[in-house]
């Protein structure tokens, strides 16, 4: 909770100063200067004399350790929900990012098959008895620990999938499906098109985002699952163009 405090903080003013943060959060500057070290290391802020500075634009992709502490409990409810979409002996397709990942811990107790586009999946997954795991090859990304690259897309030319669950940066009516990374962006794209269906995975504040990398058009996707906080004028729109959209 604190963590989560200091990068909503950092967001709305930067710098800020250790002694406002001790006051703002309840507790000894020391404590904040810990925790200040420790979201230094996830890579979502920079260490300044007497406080912290913010390392990221508002354009830019975020930290993945500074988004895993966004909307925690919205994106739990997403994974929870996406995965009772999936029906035991699915062929998967999981992507990697935060929601995504919350969608494996929810297939902890399943039975399918499911192919991560990830590294950390892998990692909550890979001890679980009903679930038998397929690795693409790829460049691991630092940071991500996305696999990208020239070996990872001819992975699923041989292959078809029951179900691709994507997690996108942005989902808009008119601009489809988009993500930060312009080499995940092929990745996703040949993930979607092994798939009979593609579950996109997204808080409400992916919805009506345009990031730089285009992946598919939304005629691509076939259900959207967001939680309850989404623009309603902006599921409408999805809606309109044919999407399956699930507020939970």
């Known amino acids: 909770m604190r963590h989560r405090t200091i990068v909503e903080a950092l967001r709305q003013r930067s710098p800020v100063l250790v002694g406002e943060l001790a006051v703002a959060l309840g507790c000894s500057e020391m404590t904040v200067r810990r925790d200040l070290e420790s979201l230094e290391r996830s890579g ?19 930290p993945y350790g500074i988004r895993a502490l966004e909307s925690h409990e919205a994106k739990a409810t997403i994974g929870a929900a996406a995965a009772s979409l999936l029906a035991d002996g699915e062929t998967v397709i999981l992507d990697g990012g935060t929601t995504a990942m919350e969608v494996a811990r929810a297939l902890r107790n399943r039975r399918m098959t499911v192919m991560p586009l990830a590294l950390r999946p892998v990692f909550e997954l890979h001890e679980c008895p009903g679930i038998k795991l397929l690795l693409p090859g790829g460049e691991v990304r ?46 996703k794209r040949a993930a979607a098109r092994a798939s009979q269906r593609v579950v996109a995975v997204a808080d409400s504040s992916k919805l009506g985002r345009v990031a730089f990398g285009h992946v598919c058009e939304l005629d691509d996707i076939d259900v959207v699952v967001t939680d309850a906080e989404a623009d309603q ?11 399956d959209v699930c507020c939970v």
């Not at 004028?233 to 999407?243: N, S, T, Y």
């Open 233 to 243: 004028q902006i599921v409408d729109e999805l809606r309109a163009a044919g999407v």
């Open 142 to 187: 630092p940071g991500e620990l996305s696999l990208t690259g020239s070996l990872t897309e001819p992975s699923f030319s041989q292959l078809r999938f029951d179900t691709c669950v994507m997690g996108p940066c942005g989902i808009d009516a008119k601009a489809g499906i988009t993500t930060h990374l312009l080499a995940e962006t092929a990745v």
């Open 44 to 62: 979502g802020l920079r260490r300044v004399h007497g406080g912290a500075a913010s390392v990221f634009l508002s354009a830019e992709e975020t």
